[in-house]
């Protein structure tokens, strides 16, 4: 590899890390139509790169928000003309009742936010508290308080760990692509279990 080649790749990982906009977007598309923890990606950026931390967790934060929100009026407005249907040929339908049911006799905020705290994807339960029309702001304080507890405990935790990581030399542009990867085995793996 040569040096512009390295410089470029590890221009693209600064580029990445401060392009608020780009991880806001990635998080809207997590938390909507994309079913892999944003976290296997944005967890080694974070630790390659532990200064910005706290805006990578600023800006997937706001763009979970906004998909989140999104979820909710596609669950509120469109529940039996297009999200039963669709999850109907995707086999979730079950799983969407469930949840639906879960959010009305379980208390919104909690089943929200323990769904929304683990890896688990929380498209269903957003879709679902929109159908079984929950109150909205109880809905978006639960997604911004556990997803705010997972992003930016992973900032602060990056912030610790990325400087002591940084003491081995690994270049960047070698460093995040592989905890990217062992992120994803382990998210993989334990998907598995």
């Known amino acids: 590899m040569t040096d512009s080649t390295a410089e470029s790749d590890h221009g693209f990982l600064d580029r990445l890390a401060r392009h608020r906009t780009g991880l806001a977007a990635m998080s809207f598309a997590e938390s909507t139509v994309v079913p892999i923890p944003l976290e296997t990606v944005v967890a080694p950026l974070m630790v390659g790169h ?17 998909g989140a929100l999104l979820f909710y009026a596609a669950g509120a407005w469109l529940a039996e003309p297009v999200v039963r249907p669709a999850l109907a040929m995707l086999g979730l339908e079950e ?9 009305g006799s379980e208390g919104l905020f909690w089943t929200v936010f323990l769904v929304s705290f683990s890896p688990a994807p929380m498209q269903l339960a957003t879709l679902g508290a929109g159908a079984a029309h929950g109150n909205v702001i109880t ?31 690994i270049p960047k542009r070698y460093l995040i692509p592989w905890l990217v ?11 598995l279990v």
């Open 139 to 169: 809905f978006i304080s639960a997604i911004a308080l556990s997803r705010g507890l997972r992003y930016f405990g992973l900032a602060i935790l990056a912030q610790i760990v990325g400087p002591r990581i940084a003491e081995f030399g």
């Open 181 to 191: 990867v062992v992120a994803a085995v382990v998210w993989g793996i334990m998907q």
């Open 50 to 66: 532990p200064r910005q931390a706290l805006t990578i967790a600023t800006a997937i934060w706001i763009g979970c928000l906004g």
């Open 95 to 103: 799983d969407f009742v469930n949840m639906s049911d879960k959010l």
